[in-house]
């Protein structure tokens, strides 16, 4: 059973930068597609960043030159690095990951409701 756990959230100011860590654990599979979804309060989850299977990465359109989402895969960790941070930004930042999903590029990241993984979530605010 996989295990996902993030860190790195917190409060900052617009046009600030946090950088979000997703440790993967339990791996029993050596490829898998992993993203990066948030919920903001009152809306739905949505996709940030995702990596596909063949290593293709798409961002949403709201957060492409801004973020970048990276992956050790010797350390079994994912980050989201995220610059020029606005207020609409502040949501509850999930990791998800997924060993069997076929989807790549833009399909992955509208695949939120077929990632098997979740971890809990860091909470990400921004201060206008």
């Known amino acids: 059973q996989i295990q996902l756990v993030e860190s790195g959230g917190g409060s900052v100011q617009a046009g600030g930068s946090l950088r979000l860590s997703c440790v993967a654990s339990?791996?029993?599979?050596?490829?898998?597609?992993m993203g990066w979804f948030r919920q903001a309060p009152g809306k739905k989850r949505e996709g940030v960043a995702v990596?596909?299977?063949?290593?293709?990465?798409t961002y949403a359109d709201t957060v492409k030159g801004r973020f970048t989402i990276t992956k050790d895969n010797a350390k079994n960790i994912l980050y989201l690095q995220m610059n020029s941070l606005k207020p609409e930004d502040t949501a509850m930042y999930y990791c998800?990951?997924?060993?069997?999903?076929?989807?790549?590029?833009?399909?992955?990241?509208?695949?939120?409701?077929?990632?098997?993984?979740w971890g809990q979530g860091t909470q990400v605010t921004v201060s206008s």
């Open positions: 990596i596909d299977k063949d290593g293709q990465i």
């Open positions: 339990s791996l029993s599979y050596t490829v898998y597609s």
């Open positions: 998800a990951a997924d060993p069997f999903l076929a989807l790549r590029g833009a399909d992955l990241l509208w695949a939120k409701g077929d990632f098997g993984y």
